[in-house]
């Protein structure tokens, strides 16, 4: 089965393909005869309720510096000329990223939107993880000083991060005496509309963050990343190191729990993150991984994704 397979994805010329996801998906989709086409959000265009996207037919291979060949720009409609959406641009999770799950909608299910678009947009990652409080660490989410101050008080030592950042961006750990604390708030109050999120912060992330990739609701791998000396981020673009991995029967539990909400949801591929077995966000805009696991001698989650893709397919 040869599907026509669009990426709506960040530029393709700017991707680091060691450690990123959908050049993987891209990978796997080749090698079983899918055609690949590019676009990013920006060229994407609506008129009543067709939906349109300008890129480029690609090839690629996985070698750095030179993985794709391009061909001529060329405009098409999703609904007519694809079978599949890969919606895989980074945050932030903004109003033009919620604009384009709007427009995705108008052509998903009959071309098949991975993730759902709607359910990426009512689900964003720090979010919607709160429908599971007892998996997670104490969190609040707020803007309101008053609320902060009651929370770090009850729960010392906090991490504060964007509602709707990502990468590691703007993640804060503040101590129960810090006297940043009062600036701090102030830099978030001027540089974020939107509330934050903030959480007592758990010691035990020296040891590691673990992302666990869930396809269709299903355990598929996984890969513990260790923050850089010094650094409270164990995000990989931040220096975070991998590590192999295994799952513990509480991160199973996790799975568990999440799995049957995420399939019915249509979030087929999904990255959660677990620190001392309390999940702390579930990933659904455009989460990785799937490279770190597999160099590490993992599974090849890419394969397990389009699985899961070409059987929703029939």
Known sequence: MSLRVAVQMDPIERINIAGDSTFALMLEAQARGHELFVYTPERLSQIGRDVFATGRPVEV???????????????????????????????PFDMAYV????????????????????????????????????????TLVSRDKAEISAFRAEHGDIVVKPLYGNGGAA?????????NYGSLIDFFSTSFREPWMVQKFLPKVSEGDKRILLVDGKFAGAVNRVPAPGDLRSNMVRGGAAQTTQITGREREICDRLGPELSRRGLIFVGIDVIDGWLTEINVTSPTGIRAIKRLGGPDVAVTTWDAIEARLG
């Open 99 to 138: 604009t384009t799950t709007h427009m995705l909608e108008r052509v998903h299910p009959t071309t098949l939107v991975v993730n759902d678009p709607a359910s990426v947009r009512n689900a964003p990652e720090k979010i919607f993880v709160l429908d599971f409080p007892d998996l997670m660490p104490p």
């Open 171 to 179: 993640v804060f750990r503040l101590t129960a005496d810090d006297l």
């Open 61 to 91: 291979r996985d070698v750095p510096g030179d993985h794709f060949t391009a061909g001529e720009e060329m405009r098409i409609s999703l609904a007519e000329e694809t079978d599949v959406v890969l919606l895989r641009q980074d945050p």
